[in-house]
Each structure stands twice: as C-alpha cells, then as structure tokens.
C-alpha cells in the first residue's frame, strides 16, 4: 500500500507541473487594434498596431510594410512575390512619390495644416485637422497660372485617432506610407477636393475593434527572400498589373 500511494502522489505532482511549462512557453499578448484601411495611393490593406509595432498588409498581396521597435528599419515586403526589402527609417517614403510628384506638380504630403476641432468617426473621438487658407489661395493662383495641373489638391481634411495611442515613430511610417501629412496621432480619414473640382477620399478605416495581438503578427514567413531593391518587391510576370492593385487602380491625369 505504500508504494502504491507513492506512486500516485509521484503523478499527481507532475500533472500540476505540466501546466506551468506549458504557460511559459506561450506568445506574450500585447493590446492592439485590427483594422481594414484603404488608400487612395496605395491599396487596400489589414492594419495591426500595438505602441510598438506595426504591421500593414495588403489585402492583394501587394506591396506591405511592417516596423517594429527599435524602428530602425521600415521593412516592405510582397506576399505575391514572397520576397522582403528593409529601408532605412529616416528614409522611408510613399514607394510612388517620385511618380505622384511628377504628375501633380507637388505632393498632397507636403500640404500644410492646422488643428480645427474633435468630431466622431466611425464611433471614435478624432480630432480634425484641414489645410491652411493661405495654402488653398497659393493653390488656386497656380492652377490659374497653369503652374500645377487639376488633380493637385486644393484643400485638404484629415481626422486622427484620440483613442489609440501609438509610438510617433509608428505614426509616421504609416503617413508616409500613404502619401499624408504626417501629424500627431494615427490617421483613420483623409480627403481632399483637388483643383479641377473633384473629391477624392485619400484614406478611409472600416472594422476597427480592438485586440489582443502577438509578436507573430508582426513576422513575415521564413521563406520570404531578401530582394535587391524596392521595385523587385512588385516585378512580377504581370507588372502593370501589380501596379493597378498597389496604388487602386489606374489613375487620373
């Protein structure tokens, strides 16, 4: 009888201790934010975002980004052609600004703005920030001067999140990534009317919900491969066609 208590108690024991082993060897969870975003430039996108890191993917498979701290890297990357290239934080800039500066006499990023007021989006407090006036006057002078063409803008709206407070490193990548003026905190809403008359939504967020989100959703898988330069991410065997998905389609001129 006693060594068969012995036994038992022996079992008992490691069955509490199993537990415990396993729990250490769980993914740290870390508060979050899941949410769709479309830009204009850019594409459709899943945003993940922590305070400390950020990932962005393209519902296409197109180009992506991810940055996490110590945001010494913003790292794009495309699921089509499974391969991955890092660029520099101080450098990181819209992959189509060359091309946007070009046609538009300018960039919408380079717009100056103002804080004008709070409002609700999407059921969160944002506050709103629009173009200086001095900025749309200026605007409107050129376009009369044939300086800048009708699809530069003419004024400008943007509404950030009060509700997710993320790292300002973080909060600049995304800017730049879709082409805004970077401001203080994360952007859920961007338009702006350009100069020949039209409104264009430059970013709208859907299905925002908070989350419990772990360090895997900020890795790429281990086969991605490291390309040689940026537009390798999206050289495929139908470029052009990847170029409509990253920046929505054709554009106007």
Known sequence: MRLKFHTVTILV????????????NAP?????VRMQQKSQLVGEFDVSITDKALMARNR?????????????????????????YAVPFANFRCPVSKTLTAVNAGLLSETPVEKKGTNVY???NVTVYHST??????????????????????????YTSDNQKVDEHLVSVIY????????????????????????????????????????????????????SKTEDLYVSDDTKDEMDMMIGGPQKF
């Open 176 to 227: 730049r990534f879709y082409g805004l003026p970077v401001l203080p905190a994360f952007p859920l809403y961007a338009e702006y009317n350009d100069l020949g008359g039209d409104k264009n939504l430059s970013l709208t967020t859907d299905k925002l919900t908070k989350a419990k989100l772990d360090d895997s959703v900020f890795k790429l898988p281990a086969n991605y491969k490291k390309a």
């Open 60 to 84: 296409k498979g197109s180009m992506s980004l991810y940055c996490v701290a110590p945001f010494k890297d913003v790292v794009m990357f495309s699921d089509r052609t499974a391969k991955f």
């Open 122 to 124: 999407k059921k969160n």
């Open 28 to 32: 740290a969870l870390h508060d979050g």
């Open 13 to 24: 024991v490691l069955a509490f201790c199993r537990p415990t082993a396993w729990a250490g």
């Open 133 to 158: 006036a001095a900025f749309t006057r200026k605007q409107i002078a050129r376009y009369k001067a044939q300086e800048v063409p009708g699809r530069g803008p003419g004024d400008y709206t943007c």
